[in-house]
């Protein structure tokens, strides 16, 4: 056997296994999915959907969670997304000692590996007592900002470094100042890592559950948007736990997974319709 023949058996053999670990991926995805999707259908109602737990009536409903859910993912990215894009923007663009960049970096990389259970655990001691925020959605908002900032710094970093230097070259060439030229330039350049950022985020937060134990609490109580980030708030995640693990209630379960998955799909489109419109607007 030739070198030629053994490197196109090499070649379609690595293809090969690269469509099945594709074809995997998809199969996994779309088997959750449908699985979700299917044991939820059943069970869905408007009434479980628009109405509020009622132990006096003995009924269920979600409407609260679905609620609280949508208050903590608007109250964190309103927190994280300065201090997430500041932050990255400082570190590339200003950042000029290279010891203390690169214990920057370290820390945000740590900061990215702490397990989620730790940070409840300071969430509860630091916002909730020290702070005086009590068992809130706001205190909840808080916790899940520190978690969710090293995604937001490591991806909008990333988008930056890869911005030509001749972008910021020709802007300053022009006149601009640096931070005119980062801002009508560079920025508008890597709107698609800062997307990808807060589709990461906002994943987490749709799916973080043991800090929010610690911090939100696990009230289910209708309220308009300031009231509830200052009251205690079950999210989605904390009430599909409670109604699988601790009422046994997997029909409820199934149907929270369901709207999360919607929920998770609209998030994801919505930001990427607004980042092609920004790019529209600055072009």
């Keep these: 056997m030739d070198n030629s023949l053994k490197r196109n ?23 959750i999915i449908l699985y979700v999707i299917v044991r939820a259908i059943p069970f869905v109602s408007w009434e479980l959907i628009s109405t509020k737990p009622s132990y006096i009536n003995d009924t269920i409903g979600i409407l609260p969670d679905i609620l609280n859910t949508i208050y903590i993912v608007i109250a964190t990215l309103v927190f994280v997304l300065p201090l997430g894009v500041g932050a990255a923007v400082y570190l590339s663009e200003y950042a000029k000692n290279v010891k203390a960049k690169s214990v920057i970096e370290y820390a ?3 900061l990215a590996g702490i397990p989620s259970i730790i940070y409840g655990l300071v969430g509860m001691l630091v916002f909730c007592q020290y702070m005086g925020l009590k068992t809130s959605l706001l205190a909840g908002a808080l916790t899940l900002t520190i978690m969710n900032l090293p ?21 300053l060439a022009l006149g ?6 980062i ?18 985020a906002v994943g987490r937060m749709l799916g973080e ?8 609490g696990f ?13 205690s708030g079950s999210t989605m995640t904390v009430a599909l736990y409670v109604y ?22 609209i998030i994801n489109y919505t930001a990427r319709y607004l980042s092609k419109r920004v790019k529209n607007k600055r072009y």
């Design 9 to 31: 058996l090499y070649a379609k053999a690595m293809m090969t296994c690269a469509y099945g670990a594709t074809a995997f991926t998809v199969f996994i995805v779309g088997f």
């Design 108 to 110: 945000i990389e740590s």
């Design 151 to 171: 995604t937001i710094i490591r991806t909008t970093q990333e988008s930056l470094d890869s911005v030509p230097m001749s972008y910021r070259e020709g802007a």
């Design 176 to 181: 601009a100042n640096k931070w005119y030229s």
């Design 183 to 200: 801002y009508t330039v560079v920025l508008p350049c890597c709107i698609d890592g800062i997307v990808t950022g807060c589709i990461l």
């Design 209 to 216: 559950s043991a800090a929010l134990l610690f911090t939100a």
């Design 219 to 231: 009230a289910h109580k209708i309220a308009g948007f300031i009231d509830g980030l200052s009251n």
């Design 244 to 265: 699988a693990k601790e009422q046994g209630q997997f029909d409820v379960a199934f149907v929270i997974a369901a709207i999360m998955l919607l929920m998770s799909l």
